[in-house]
């Protein structure tokens, strides 16, 4: 399985762009890298999902670079409602796959 | 509407006192799991199942049970629940495998007290 790793915390501002990058050295070929939002005591939330290049959709653009070791998750113009943990997984569909969400990043943003 | 409903949202019970959450979805999806939140350790997978009839560990499976006899309902047991469960519950499910491709649809949790 491959593992991922993302800064544990990121400090932002209302109406900044934020970056958070995903390692993950070990991809396989198959593998998706998906992206998860959590408010607290809350479920976590699908942003978005990429297989390579970029992909871009109404809350969020997922950029992968064309040796997919790495992924960053940017969201535009972030508000206060941002503030909240976002995790990245990586994997492939099948019956040895297992999420892992792992601790995430917890974004705050201020005002 | 599209969903995953946990039952019940909060609970404070005793230790020893077999207690069952019920996770139920009704979109016809195969794959479905549950999860325990604890401050500094994220969100960690207890059991998955695949599809009715299937089930299998996660990462941290002691002390529960679960069960698959119907496609949309995937019920987490404690049989003798302990303080060291205290923690909030999440089931989640998705249409194939475990989210790898499109994606987990996640229930508002279970915050789960054992004294």
């Known amino acids: 399985l491959a593992k991922t790793t993302q800064p544990i915390s990121m400090d932002s501002y209302e109406g900044q762009e934020v970056n958070i990058t995903c390692s993950h050295n070990?991809?396989?070929?198959?593998?998706?890298i998906t992206w998860y939002q959590q408010f607290p005591s809350q479920g976590p939330r699908f942003i978005i999902q990429?297989?390579?290049t970029k992909v871009t959709n109404e809350v969020a653009s997922l950029f992968i670079p064309a040796d997919r070791k790495s992924s960053t998750l940017s969201l535009p113009r972030v508000s206060l409602s941002d503030t909240a943990v976002y995790y990245c997984?990586?994997?492939?569909?099948?019956?040895?796959?297992?999420?892992?969400f792992g601790r995430g990043t917890s974004l705050i943003v201020h005002p | 509407e599209a969903q995953v409903t946990q039952n019940p949202r909060y609970l404070i019970t005793v230790t020893g006192k077999k207690l069952t959450v019920t996770c139920s979805q009704n979109?016809?999806?195969?794959?479905m799991s549950w999860y325990r939140q604890d401050p500094g350790l994220g969100l960690r997978q207890i059991y998955y199942?695949?599809?009715?009839?299937?089930?299998d560990k996660g990462d941290v499976p002691e002390g529960y049970k679960v069960s698959r006899k119907e496609k949309r309902n995937f019920p987490l047991i404690l049989e003798s629940p302990s303080p060291n469960q205290t923690s909030l519950y999440f089931c989640?499910?998705?249409?194939?495998?475990?989210?790898?491709?499109?994606?987990?649809?996640f229930g508002e949790g279970s915050r789960l007290t054992v004294l």
């Open positions: 990429g297989y390579k």
């Open positions: 989640a499910s998705s249409l194939l495998g475990g989210g790898a491709r499109g994606e987990l649809f």
């Open positions: 070990n991809i396989a070929t198959n593998d998706y």
């Open positions: 979109m016809n999806h195969e794959y």
């Open positions: 997984l990586v994997g492939a569909s099948g019956g040895s796959y297992i999420p892992t």
């Open positions: 199942s695949m599809n009715v009839e299937v089930t």
